[in-house]
């Protein structure tokens, strides 16, 4: 059962109380998930549609000579086939989308390959045909003249003099002067406040640790799928799982040389994202086919391929230095990261560089950050992208200097902690936020005094995230017998539908039940940037408000008319129309519903259209606490009890906070303790499946107890922050954090799994 | 004026200098004070920056005022998963 802690700080909203802000109503796409009729990506099916299939290259790296298509276009039943030829080539240019930054001429290079293949499953070529059988068979045709290169996957050993090149036009940025010889760094970056040898130099105790972690992959339990049409005068239809299906638009519009409105991107119900899904794989292939074979094409990644060919987070090897005093105050802080960014650049080493030591008030702090190329995919956001990896170090040393100078973790923390008024590491100050507030409640919570046993270990860990508003719409319809339609933007991974119907039937005075909600396709709603960036219920409702308003507005003149008195004696109040005082007449008050009755004899349908680019977006700040237990035979952890507390501003649809709370923290104990990418010599993905890529499932874990802290955003008309990303960046180094109680063992190499924990133990044994 | 402070990745291009005054009105002027200032540094400011006007960041957002005695932090743009 979750707790919610309310601060002193007032939300922002009107004074009266919410009716619907804050309560846990039935989700409006629950039925139709348990029922199995929602429609995700790979449910559709066209009338003569075909299938479409990708022939991926088996090797990590290697020049690609020639490709001959002959033999599969003259298969039976193949309706077309397309090679990098297909794509025009596209200039340098970088665009935001997703975590990152993209850039359209390796994006082209990403979804087809061209000169090189430059991993394990890179498409090389596709197919449409009559059957999933005949596409399989014409790959098997396709003859693909692959000159094998040395390949190299670990980021230090992309880093190295001698490491084989991916790009020979890849210089290293943000070096001066810049290198005249290409490497595999793609960047450098660097984030400095005052001077960290000073600060150094004050220090009592020095800790400095280097942290190594595997590649893991969002997991999301749906892939990849998508159905293309495009008819014969270039008018095409995409429906996909995607979390922006305005991106998508976008991306397929470059990549295919199309107008933007000719394509319209229907988002099919989503089966998890979490990042992974901000990209784009298999549309622009689908359309590719579907325009060459006049047919409708579906494409659906299978496990293997989700592993292989879409993008994972990076592996990184990070350094940390803090030095403290012995009262526990930090007085300098350095971290160098170095992570892969896949086969192409742009991984998240500047967000990883910033979130590294934001929780904490640091008057000297350095961070440099190294974005590195090597033969795998290219790394896709997931949830905080960067952020887990540089917090899980930092956050493991700081656990170690508090051990070291006899002091309480959370009193380490709270010593050092951001609040109001810090100066980030990475330069502005923090407004209100709730770091504080989260390392107490865990401090005061029944969890953190329960006595442990033997083999058992209990640790904490804070982080954080940013969070971002963007570019959104939404439109509230008002029909004609009092409900509203709500069309939102977002395709909705984590509740924005439910919680985006709360605001508006609190805007506007009505029933939640009498808001339905739907997420509109591209040619039904203005631009709205992607779900993600935890920033959907807190853009949404900014422009639900604002649609809202608009309404409230127009439903007062309607009965300004209707009265025939001045619009502004007329006053919006619990969902009715009143007159504003006594003077302004006797009349009965107008419902919602009557005046929507009425809107077509009055002047017409009546709507808000909200179209904004919301700012004002407030970081989420958690602390974790794990116990667990290590069984010393096998060396298995087990979870034995997690409790998550983080800061949500407002938490407009609780259940659904506690769920992102839950889920995070359920993805990052799977990061710390079992998942990992395992590549042979060869450079090929040993274990692309769900049975040796092993993710928690709901019986390794207990339920993870959630506390809800309401520190306002004052930016927001209900004081809403995102949450869904910070709850994954605690959990590794909380885990690690109890791992070193319970064991004695200081681990730095995620993830800590069964083997490598019982190789730690017995050589600690051995040892001793 | 406002107090404009850069990153050190972006204090290559403008010879060290990471702290400045501007009188800039809004976000889109600023960003043309300072490419017109440092010309080496223009091609990093069209490559997905964020503003922090007095702690609070601003992304694609150019008509944004600046109201003087501003701290404005330009650092890298942020997304999410």
Redesign the interface.
């Known amino acids: 059962m979750a707790t919610v802690l309310k601060t002193d700080t007032p939300a922002p909203q009107s004074p009266h109380a919410l009716k619907w802000v804050g309560t846990r109503p039935i989700r409006p796409d629950g039925v139709d998930k348990v029922t199995g009729r929602a429609k995700f990506g790979a449910d559709l099916i066209l009338s003569g549609m075909l299938v479409g299939k990708v022939l991926r290259s088996p090797h990590p790296h290697a020049r690609i000579r020639s490709i001959d298509t002959s033999k599969a276009e003259a298969l039976p039943g193949v309706k077309a086939v397309v090679t990098h030829d297909d794509f025009h080539d596209l200039p340098s240019e970088?665009v935001?989308a997703?975590?990152?930054?993209v850039n359209y001429r390796d994006m082209v290079r990403n979804v087809m390959a061209r000169e090189k293949a430059l991993y394990e499953g890179h498409p090389v070529a596709a197919v449409a045909a009559t059957s999933a059988q005949i596409a399989r068979q014409a790959l098997k045709l396709i003859e693909v003249d692959y000159e094998p290169l040395p390949h190299v996957i670990d980021v230090v050993e992309a880093m190295r003099d001698d490491a084989p090149v991916l790009h020979d036009d890849l210089f290293t940025a943000?070096v001066?002067p810049p290198p005249t010889k290409p490497s595999n760094v793609a960047k450098?970056?660097?984030?400095?406040i005052g001077d960290t040898e000073a600060g150094f130099a004050e220090a009592d105790l020095v800790v400095e640790r280097t942290f190594d972690t595997k590649p893991v992959h969002?997991g999301y339990i749906e892939p990849h799928a998508c159905v293309a049409s495009v008819s014969e005068d270039g008018q095409a239809e995409l429906w996909c799982s995607t979390q922006g299906q305005f991106l998508v638009r976008s991306h397929c519009a470059k990549l295919l040389g199309m107008d933007i409105s000719a394509i319209r991107v229907t988002a099919s119900e989503i089966g998890g994202g979490?990042?992974?899904k901000?990209v784009v794989y298999l549309e622009p292939l689908a359309m590719a086919l579907a325009r060459k074979s006049h047919h409708p094409v579906k494409m659906v990644m299978s496990r293997d391929e989700v592993f292989q060919a879409s993008g994972p987070t990076s592996g990184a090897n990070v350094w940390v230095k803090i030095g403290a005093t012995r009262h526990g105050r930090i007085t300098a802080a350095e971290a160098v990261l170095k992570y892969q960014a896949g086969a192409f650049q742009g991984g998240p080493i500047?967000?990883g560089c910033?979130a590294a030591f934001a929780p904490y008030d640091l008057a000297n702090v350095k961070v440099v950050g190294f974005d590195v190329v090597s033969n795998r995919p290219k790394v896709?956001?997931?949830?905080?992208?960067g952020a887990p990896i540089s917090e899980f170090a930092v956050e493991c040393v700081i656990d170690e200097l508090a051990k070291e100078l006899e002091i309480d973790p959370i009193e380490f923390r709270l010593e050092n902690a951001a609040k109001e008024g810090t100066r980030a590491a990475?330069?502005?100050?923090?407004?209100p936020i709730g770091l504080i507030d989260t390392l107490r409640k865990i401090k005061e919570s029944e969890h953190y005094r329960t006595p442990l046993g033997p083999n058992q270990g209990r640790g904490i860990a804070s982080g954080f995230?940013?969070?971002?508003?963007?570019?959104t719409s939404a439109s509230i319809n008002v029909n004609e017998d009092g409900t509203v339609t709500l069309m939102a933007g977002t395709p909705d991974i984590g509740g924005s539908r439910a919680s985006s119907c709360l605001m508006a039937a609190e805007a506007l005075g009505i029933d939640y039940d009498k808001v339905r909600p739907i997420i509109a396709d591209t040619s039904s709603l203005g631009y709205t940037f992607l779900t993600?960036?935890?920033?959907a219920t807190f853009s949404n409702g900014l422009a639900v408000n604002e649609a809202a308003q608009q309404v409230i507005k127009e439903m007062c003149a309607r009965a300004a008319r209707f009265w025939e008195i001045p619009a502004d004696a007329v006053t919006w109040e619990d969902g009715m129309a009143k007159p504003a005082g006594a003077n302004a007449g006797d009349f009965e008050p107008l419902s919602f519903a009557e005046l929507a009755k009425m809107a077509g004899k009055t002047g017409g349908p009546i709507g808000g259209h909200a179209h904004l680019?919301a700012?004002?977006?407030g970081p989420s700040f958690g602390t974790h606490l794990v116990d667990l237990e290590v069984d010393q035979e096998t060396g298995r952890v087990t979870i034995l009890r997690y409790t998550v507390a983080q800061d949500a501003g407002k938490a407009v649809h609780p259940a659904y906070v506690e769920g992102q709370y839950q889920g995070g923290a359920v993805q990052g104990i799977g990061w710390a303790l079992n998942e990992e990418y395992i590549y042979g010599p060869d450079g090929r993905l040993q274990n692309p499946g769900f049975l040796d890529y092993r993710m928690p499932v709901a019986s390794d874990v207990p339920m993870i107890d959630t506390v809800i802290v309401e520190v306002a955003n004052p930016?927001h008309p209900f004081g809403v922050r995102?949450v869904?990303?910070t709850p994954i960046v605690p959990p590794m180094a909380a885990i690690a954090n109890a791992m070193e109680q319970a064991t004695g063992i200081r681990f730095t190499e995620l993830p800590m799994s069964p083997p490598k924990v019982l190789k730690a133990l017995e050589a600690a044994n051995g040892a001793g | 004026m406002a107090h404009v402070?850069l990153?050190?990745?972006l204090a290559?291009f403008t010879g060290g200098e990471s702290e400045l005054e501007l009188d800039a009105a809004n976000i889109r002027q600023l960003l043309g004070q300072l490419a017109a200032r440092y010309p080496r540094l223009e091609p990093h400011l069209a490559?997905?920056l964020a503003v922090?006007i007095?702690?609070?960041?601003?992304?694609?957002?150019w008509l944004?005022p600046i109201p003087p005695g501003s701290?404005v932090?330009i650092?890298?743009?942020?997304?999410?998963?």
């Open positions: 970088f935001p997703g975590e990152m930054l943000g001066e450098r970056v660097e984030f400095a969002q979490f990042g992974g901000t500047q967000p910033m896709a956001a997931y949830r905080a992208p990475y330069g502005p100050k923090f407004g995230w940013f969070n971002i508003g963007g570019e993600g960036g935890s920033r680019n700012q004002g977006a930016r995102g869904g990303e | 402070v990153t050190r990745n290559q490559e997905g922090a007095d702690g609070e960041i601003f992304q694609d957002a944004e701290e932090h650092i890298p743009r942020i997304a999410g998963g």
